[in-house]
């Protein structure tokens, strides 16, 4: 069965700072990878996935995740945080063969002081 | 661009009531759309999915006799939460897509309270 971890329920970084948010996936295949953000009463917004090709993908607003199978992981990069990056972020995995189940870590909320 | 709203934003039910919540799908056709639940302290649970012209198909936990699910057209779907108590409440959440090999997107959810 996949599953999503993200050890982290809370990360609280300065403005300027690098930032990673962790994620650990359980899964038998090549799973396909997500990142959302959920910005206060929004929905989910995606920002970036991860399919096949190059296991550093760009995503929007500057974040990047890289995937890597030996570790099963895909960590959420940002070279430098902005106060409006705050927000509860979701990894989440799909497996390739029966995509419709997307299945999601219990999300980080990232709190930027400024 | 593709979104989809979900409404009420919030709502409080008494405990053994009901409560419908609707899914609009705008800017793409929604042939399948997904029902999600996050309960307090929770991440997101799939509740069913629901494709149109196909059969509903739930999750293990979650049955059609406590959250009935209709999909009349490619761009509205409702879920109604039948009999609620305090374990149902949470964030219900529905993503919508035009097609298998396509991303979700998701509303903004609906929150039930519980009384």
């Known amino acids: 069965a996949q599953s999503v971890t993200q050890p982290d329920a809370r990360v609280t970084v300065s403005e300027g700072a690098s930032l990673q948010l962790r994620c650990k996936y359980s899964?038998?295949?090549?799973?396909?990878l997500f990142w959302y953000v959920q910005y206060p009463r929004q929905g989910l917004q995606l920002l970036l996935k991860?399919?096949?090709?190059?296991?550093v993908v760009q995503g929007v607003n500057g974040f990047e995740a890289e995937f890597i199978k030996s570790n099963s992981s895909f960590h959420l990069r940002k070279a430098s945080v902005h106060w409006s990056d705050s927000a509860v972020y979701f990894c989440?995995?799909?497996?390739?063969?029966?995509?419709?189940?997307?299945?999601f870590g219990k999300g980080t909320h990232l709190h930027v002081l400024p | 661009g593709a979104l989809v709203y979900q409404y009420p934003r919030r709502t409080i039910c008494k405990s053994g009531t009901s409560m419908r919540m609707e899914c609009q799908a705008v800017?793409?056709?929604?042939?399948?759309v997904a029902w999600y639940r996050q309960s307090p302290q929770k991440t997101f649970e799939l509740i069913a999915l629901?494709?149109?012209?196909?059969?509903?198909?739930?999750e293990q936990n979650f049955t059609q006799e406590k959250f009935p699910i209709s999909h009349p057209n490619l761009s509205f779907s409702s879920m109604t939460v039948l009999n609620a108590y305090l374990e149902d409440r949470g964030l219900y959440l529905c993503?919508?897509?035009?097609?298998?090999?396509?991303?979700?997107?998701f509303g903004s959810g609906t929150r039930l309270l519980v009384i």
């Open positions: 989440a995995v799909s497996a390739t063969t029966n995509a419709y189940k997307v299945i």
């Open positions: 899964y038998s295949g090549t799973p396909y």
């Open positions: 991860y399919y096949s090709g190059d296991p």
């Open positions: 800017g793409f056709q929604a042939t399948s």
């Open positions: 629901s494709t149109v012209n196909s059969a509903i198909k739930y």
């Open positions: 993503g919508a897509r035009p097609g298998a090999n396509s991303d979700y997107t």
